[in-house]
C-alpha cells in the first residue's frame, strides 16, 4: 500500500502510465521499481474501469514478488510505502473504484 505526498491522501496501490512502445505489463513492473523498488513477476491483469474524471482507461494487474521485499519509496512522490496483512486494509467508503475493488478482494482473501 501507498500513500501519495500530494492529491489522493487515502490508501492506494502503485499506479502510473504507460509510455510510448511499452506494453501494459512492462509498465506495471516500471512503474514499481520507480515507486518502491520492488521487482516483479508473474503480471496478471485483473480488469479495466473508465476513469472519466481524466478520461483515461484504469488496467488493474496482480503480480507477485521477485526476489527482495525490502521496499525503497520514490521520497519526491509517496509518502509512505509499505506491506500490510489483508485485516491492516483499509477501504475507502463507498468508493466503487477499481483500486478499492482490487484491495477489497485481497482483505477479502480472494483470489489474485
Given at each position: 500500500m501507498t500513500r501519495y505526498r500530494q492529491g489522493f491522501t487515502l490508501g492506494a496501490l502503485?499506479?502510473?502510465?504507460t509510455e510510448i512502445?511499452?506494453?501494459?505489463?512492462?509498465?506495471?513492473?516500471r512503474e514499481v521499481m520507480e515507486e518502491v523498488g520492488l521487482r516483479v513477476k508473474n503480471i496478471?491483469?485483473?480488469?479495466?474501469?473508465p476513469w472519466g474524471?481524466?478520461?483515461?482507461?484504469?488496467?488493474?494487474?496482480?503480480?507477485?514478488?521477485?526476489?527482495?521485499a525490502t521496499i525503497h519509496q520514490e521520497e519526491n512522490k509517496l509518502?509512505?510505502?509499505?506491506?500490510?496483512?489483508p485485516e491492516e486494509i483499509v477501504l475507502h467508503s463507498q468508493d466503487y473504484s477499481l483500486t478499492n475493488e482490487m484491495m477489497s478482494r485481497f482483505k477479502a482473501g480472494e483470489p489474485c
Open positions: 502503485i499506479a502510473g502510465f512502445g511499452e506494453t501494459l505489463e512492462e509498465t506495471v513492473a496478471r491483469y485483473y480488469k479495466s474501469q474524471i481524466a478520461e483515461d482507461l484504469l488496467a488493474g494487474f496482480y503480480c507477485d514478488l521477485d526476489g527482495d509518502k509512505e510505502a509499505a506491506w500490510l496483512r
